[in-house]
């Protein structure tokens, strides 16, 4: 079955009788990356860190296979990223990571949990601060930064990240307009630190692209929330790979910021609602939030407070922003479509079943390596 744009399943791609090849080592020199070294893996897919989905079981279990996990730390509270990290190195004694956001007002704290619990990444969904890159680095936790433009590749790479995620518009969450296509090659010929490409990717043809575009492997997000290891309830799933590739929006009505979901009743419900509803059910969920979390109100109204000055919020959009974590969690925890928002990757429309995230590594891998010979790329010389 071919891949067509469209809506539902049967303009799916179907993958599961692809065979799985091979572990242990990339099996091609092109494919021993410098971020292979860099992070302490055997292959060059890292798995993204997804709020309310990227859990211990789905980091440990990408990480065990060989490539890198990442936890999402973002949506714990201290004590649950503490037990987080202690459940993933439970389960696998391989490199792993973990995500968070700078702008909370206990960010100090867990970065000294990363830097004291001997967890070898740390990945940023925003910008972070120059001293906390030095800080992290001065304890052997390599630095990951996430970027849509040139301009922030290169503002992050003089703070000293180790690499860069170069996510183009086609990546799920919160993204911008440049396509992979064009972002990837303006990163890369930006920086001259390890470029991640981000978007747009799910097999071994897209890692063997980014390799040829300059880039030191991928990150998937999407494709590894689509795996029987993610922690996102079946009928969630469901919805993902029944999605076309034209059933995805990008939309600020959620939050104020631009963000990649599927649309969904839910959506059509937000972006029709006006700025009255819209900042009412903004405080909801909020408020709910710092139920949930146990996030003191002062604490809350600091976080809103740095956003406002450091990403030049209005009030209103610092209120939106809190929507957004309620509505992720109601879908992709509590399993409520009629309440939830999906965010996703386009690539949702070519995805059709659910491997295990070690299943899908290999897949990819080996997928790779028939690329790279069909091409006649590392073969040995006569």
Avoid at 90 to 97: A, D, I, L, Q, Y
Avoid at 296 to 315: C, F, Y
Wanted: with cysteine; aromatic share 4%.
């Amino acid at each position: 079955m071919t891949a067509e744009e469209g809506s539902g399943p049967a303009a799916k791609r179907v993958l599961s009788d692809r065979p799985v090849s091979g572990s242990g080592g990339s099996g091609n020199p092109v494919l021993r990356t410098r971020l292979c070294e860099l992070f302490g893996v055997d292959y060059p897919i890292v798995q993204t860190g997804m709020g309310w989905v990227a859990g211990p079981r789905l980091a440990s279990a990408t990480s065990e296979v060989g490539a890198l996990g990442i936890l999402a730390a973002a949506t714990m509270t201290i004590p649950q990223l503490k037990d987080a990290i202690s459940e993933v190195q439970s389960r696998t004694s391989k490199p792993f990571g973990v995500n968070i956001l700078t702008n909370q007002n206990d960010t100090d704290d867990r970065v000294d949990l990363i830097a004291s619990s001997g967890v070898k990444v740390a990945s940023f969904a925003q910008a972070p601060t120059a001293t906390i890159v030095r800080r992290l680095k001065d304890a052997g936790v390599v630095t990951v930064a996430t970027v849509g433009q040139r301009r922030h590749a290169e503002k992050v790479a003089g703070f000293g990240v180790d690499a860069v995620i170069a996510q183009g518009g086609e990546g799920g969450g919160h993204t911008g307009a440049i396509p992979t296509s064009l972002l990837l090659p303006s990163v890369v010929d930006a920086v001259g630190i390890p470029v991640i490409a981000a978007g747009g990717f799910f097999d071994g043809r897209g890692l063997v692209a980014a390799l040829a575009y300059g880039a030191e492997g991928i990150a998937m997000g999407t494709r590894f929330l689509l795996t029987s290891d993610s922690r996102v309830p079946d009928p969630v799933k469901r919805a993902y790979l029944d999605a076309g590739l034209l059933d995805t929006i990008v939309t600020d009505a959620i939050d104020g910021a631009p963000q990649r979901v599927i649309r969904t009743p839910v959506i059509d419900e937000i972006a029709k609602a006006g700025r009255v509803a819209a900042y009412t059910r903004a405080v909801r969920a909020a408020l709910a939030f710092r139920k949930l979390t146990g996030t003191r109100l002062s604490a809350l109204l600091r976080d809103g407070a740095a956003m406002k000055q450091n990403q030049e919020m209005s009030w209103s959009q610092v209120i939106m922003a809190a929507t957004a974590p309620m509505l992720t969690r109601a879908a992709m925890v509590e399993g409520r479509l009629d309440a939830g928002i999906l965010p996703t990757g386009q690539v949702t429309g070519l995805v059709g079943e659910l491997p295990s995230a070690g299943e899908l590594v290999e897949r990819v891998m080996g997928e790779a390596r028939a690329v790279l010979e069909r091409l006649g790329a590392g073969a040995p010389t006569v």
